[in-house]
């Protein structure tokens, strides 16, 4: 679940960095070399896997702290978040509001 979530964030960051840079192309095209230098595509670059990771591990986190009874088995390919909520016996309404929004 950690991978797959962290890969899935950092794909979702690594899209906005994207749309950013065309955004300065398209918006300041004679500026573009000075705003979108080397130094800033590598503080997207790993921004964008920091957040990615930084994101998974917290929802993993929330995941595993959920205390789980009857059977453990998820009815999908791989291990994703509302899935494994459905397992636990606590209340996960506050978990749930997180993964949505």
């Not at 950690?2 to 300065?24: K, P």
């Amino acid at each position: 679940m950690f991978i797959h979530l962290s890969l899935g964030g950092t794909e979702c960051y690594l899209l906005l960095s994207m749309a950013y840079d065309r955004y300065v192309a398209i918006c300041t095209p004679l500026h573009y070399t000075n705003i979108m230098d080397t130094a800033l595509c590598i503080k997207t670059a790993t921004s964008s896997w920091a957040g990615g990771i930084i994101n998974s591990i917290v929802h993993t986190v929330f995941a595993l702290q959920l205390p789980y009874c009857g059977p453990n088995v998820i009815n999908h390919f791989f291990c994703e978040v509302p899935s494994v909520l459905e397992l636990a016996c606590a209340d996960t309404v506050g978990q749930k509001i997180e993964v949505y929004l």
